[in-house]
């Protein structure tokens, strides 16, 4: 079964997104989603050498993903703001390192997601031995509370999430 279904839970995901974006449950969606279910997967597998990632907390995930959206309309609330009433030599824009304890790849991969999706942060890369993440920040005015949000509300959930 397994090399038929590698991941059961991907296939069944591809499946209903299917028929929810034809909003209808026809034999020939259910079919097509069906073997778009069984196909993606193992097309892709060779893509994910570590296999998909296994959720430890999924109540923290969707906590975080709320938070993350939250945060995103926030920022882009703040970006626009500062975009069009703040003069371009008062906004401080300052790349800053933050010291990161979480080291699983997918982890790794979901703080740069949030990262990057919101609005006045940029994740420029992991900084050699010392796994500092180099972050630039569109208006900084307090690099330690940078630090500390990204500490408490990301890296946090996500430790608990994937390690």
Known sequence: MKRLLPFPWMSLFLLVLWLLLNQSIEPVHLLFGACLGIATPLLTRKLQPLGYPRLAKPLTFVR?????LV???RSCISVSRIIL???PAEVKSQFIKVPLDIRNPYGLAMLSCLINSTPGTVWV????DRHELALHVFDLHDEQWWIETIKERYEKPLIEIFE
């Open 64 to 68: 975080l993903m709320s938070m993350a």
């Open 71 to 73: 945060e995103i309309v």
């Open 85 to 87: 009433f703040v003069k």
């Open 125 to 128: 890369e992991i900084l050699g």
